[in-house]
C-alpha cells in the first residue's frame, strides 16, 4: 500500500495499523534489494522475493508459485483481472 523508501519528491502514504488491518486486504507482497540510488525517487532494483499466499495466521508462504492476473488502468491504478479474496487479519 505504501512504499517503505522515504522519498522527498513523491507521496508516500501512511496508514495506522489498525485502520489498515480493518479496511484492507494483503494481495501479493514483494521485497526488493536497493541497489542504486539516482536521486528524484528512482532506484536500480533487485527482486529479492514475491509471494501472493499468506496464510490464516498471517505467515508468508516465500515458496509458493501462486500469481495474480493484474492490469494496469491509468485512472484506478492495479486491478485484478477478476476478484480475488486477499489476506485480512482476524478481529481476535
Given amino acids: 500500500m505504501f512504499p517503505s523508501i522515504e522519498n522527498d519528491h513523491a507521496i508516500n502514504l501512511a496508514l495506522p495499523a489498525a485502520t489498515f488491518d480493518s479496511k484492507f486486504e494483503v494481495l501479493f507482497t514483494e521485497v526488493y534489494e536497493i541497489k542504486e540510488t539516482y536521486g528524484f525517487g528512482l532506484y536500480k532494483l533487485k527482486k529479492l522475493h514475491f509471494s501472493s499466499e499468506v496464510y490464516g495466521n498471517g ?20 486491478m485484478a483481472n477478476q476478484p480475488i479474496a486477499g489476506w485480512r487479519k482476524s478481529k481476535s
Fill in 59 to 78: 505467515d508468508i508462504n516465500w515458496d509458493s508459485k501462486k500469481a495474480h492476473n493484474f492490469n494496469w488502468h491509468p485512472r484506478a491504478g492495479l
